[in-house]
């Protein structure tokens, strides 16, 4: 078999450091599982040391996964290494990863420690972690800014302290891809212990180069590359998941390497990060772009009619883009609606079977055909639902071009019925601003989007809200063939997540 390259995912640890991208721990949760599906190697899912909610949302994670190795990131602290531990000792395959920069602008100016100080407390804690368990993997953050020689050294006792891997991060974006061939190679030559490591990299997309970057590292001899979903992380990003997995899927002749990334489910992977984050993918996204597919002008329709090859390097297909095919209707029992969530990789349990099923008859009512899209949007939001404090009942709304919008509605809310009337700026606005006079509290309405998940008049609407209040962004979600109905869904939620969330955050504290 040929070698393997180890797929890192930082989706729930970089990928989080974005602004708007954090998620709570039900979200968590449900794309720690999906990376599992995606079949990662290994899943970052928080930095332990910075909150005790990261710290619980770690450790639900590393208690619910089974095939994937589950690390906490922790600084060169004592304390951080012993909250990491604690976060991932529950996981079949628990990793710590530590980290310390090594260039001499982060010593100096942000550690205010020496080159000696700083090799001397990586060495130290790389053994204090060993104490926990052997897996344990060593960045020198701000690497491509570092000295060579010094990463040699501190590489080299970092690995006869026990680190099992080895990161070279470029944590700015500064380098090239011909700069970071050369800069491994040399660090190897000076580092023999390295070759009884994994070489990982970590690459920032601050010049656009986070993929080009992994790539040629990989051909200087690493063997395990960090990436997050659709791109996200600290400031620009981080090298893209689905962008590297298919350039190694789709290049084997320059790249003959084994990787484990089940690409099938990338377009689902996704789809379910934009879901949770509200951050949605630009149309012209490499793989999992809306347009990355598409094809628009008549001599390359003219050439994919006669041989889709003539414009296409890769199918849809194997990314999990499927045809959109039909899969059940109204008249599908829970039996047939449950194999084809097993079809599609979902496992449920029976709560959220049941939740989900009654979800699918609510759509199969109104649509007249059920795709699979569908049943990824109806199944991916039921699994973030969160309790429902609020329960919306019915809305009316008047609403016209020479008229004031009025909205009527109807919430449930500890076991009554709460009704209010309020006008506004359309229907939406109207009905927003009567759920407010409910919720009893004024909240700043953020952001606010439509999508179709499907094409067609009957297309299921996607509605996103944010909201802001103290500070916290709250992202809600609703679905329905009504934009309307679908908006008023998503404003609920939202207020309930941040009810969620602030009762989790007293509970923590
Ligand atoms: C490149 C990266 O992505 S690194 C990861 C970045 N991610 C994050 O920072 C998100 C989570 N961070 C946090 O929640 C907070 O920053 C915490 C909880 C970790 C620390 O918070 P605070 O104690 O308030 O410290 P603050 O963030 O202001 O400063 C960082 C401190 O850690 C020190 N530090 C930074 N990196 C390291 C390291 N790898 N090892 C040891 N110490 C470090 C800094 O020198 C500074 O120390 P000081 O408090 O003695 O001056
Ligand atoms: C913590 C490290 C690996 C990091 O995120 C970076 O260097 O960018
Ligand atoms: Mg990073």
């Known amino acids: 078999m040929s070698k393997l390259i180890k797929i890192f995912d930082t989706t729930l640890r970089d990928g989080e450091q974005s602004p708007g991208c954090s998620m709570n721990l039900k979200e968590k949760l449900q794309l720690a599982r999906q990376l599992e599906r995606l079949n990662v190697d290994i899943i970052e899912a928080g930095f332990a040391a910075a909150s005790p909610g990261d710290l619980l949302a770690i450790k639900e994670v590393a208690g619910v996964i089974e095939n994937t190795t ?7 602290h004592k304390d951080d290494i012993d909250k990491a531990w604690e976060a991932v000792k529950d996981a079949v395959s628990p990793r710590i990863h530590t980290f310390i920069a090594t260039s001499p602008i982060h010593m100096e100016y942000k550690l205010k420690m020496s080159p000696e100080a700083v090799m001397d407390r990586a060495e130290e804690m790389v053994k204090y972690a060993k104490k926990y368990l052997s897996n344990i993997e060593f960045s020198a953050e701000d690497a491509t800014r570092s000295d060579v020689d010094f990463l040699a050294k501190i590489f080299t006792r970092v690995i006869n302290a026990g680190a099992t891997t080895i990161n070279i991060p470029d944590t700015v974006g500064y380098t090239t891809p011909e700069e970071y061939y050369d800069f491994i190679s040399k660090i190897r030559s000076k580092c023999p212990a390295l070759d009884k490591v994994d070489i990982s990299v970590h690459c920032h997309n601050d010049l656009g180069l986070g993929v080009a970057n992994s790539l040629a590292a990989i051909r200087a001899g690493a063997t395990q590359i960090e990436c997050t979903i659709n791109g996200i992380g600290e400031r620009a990003g981080n090298a893209s998941l689905e962008e590297i997995a298919m350039v190694l899927n789709t290049r084997k ?6 990787v484990n990334i089940d690409t099938k489910q990338i377009m689902r992977s996704s789809e379910l990060l934009s879901s949770i984050t509200g951050v949605k993918v630009q149309p012209n996204k490499a793989i999992v772009g809306a347009n990355a597919f598409a094809h628009e002008s ?5 050439g994919v009619l006669n041989n889709k090859e003539t414009y296409e390097i890769m199918t849809p297909e194997s ?8 899969v059940l209707g109204k008249h599908s029992g829970k039996h047939a609606f449950n194999d084809k969530l097993v079809a599609m990789g979902y496992n449920l349990d029976k709560e959220e079977l049941a939740a989900a099923f009654t979800r699918f008859k609510e759509v199969a009512d109104k649509k007249k055909e059920v795709h699979e899209r569908d049943i990824d949007a109806i199944v991916s939001r039921q699994n973030i639902a969160v309790p429902k404090e609020f329960e919306l009942e019915r809305f009316v709304i008047n609403s016209g071009n020479t008229i004031t919008s009025t909205a009527i509605v109807n919430i449930r809310t500890n076991n009554r019925t709460v009704e209010k009337v309020a006008t506004g700026d359309g229907p939406i606005d109207a009905a927003f601003k009567a759920i407010e006079k409910i919720v009893g509290r004024k909240l700043k309405l953020e952001d606010w989007s439509m999508d179709a998940v499907t094409e067609g008049k009957d297309a299921l609407g996607d509605a996103t809200v944010k909201l802001r209040d103290n500070g916290h962004v709250y992202i809600g979600r609703g679905l329905s063939t009504d934009i309307v109905e679908a908006s008023v869904k998503a404003y609920v ?3 309930n997540k941040m009810k969620f969330e602030e009762k989790q955050e007293q509970e923590i504290s």
């Open 493 to 495: 939620n939202a207020v």
């Open 298 to 302: 008549g001599i390359h329709q003219h």
């Open 319 to 326: 990314i999990g883009l499927h045809e959109n095919k039909l």
């Open 253 to 258: 002749d320059i790249y003959p390497y084994t």
């Open 70 to 76: 589950v690390a906490s990131l922790a600084r060169t």
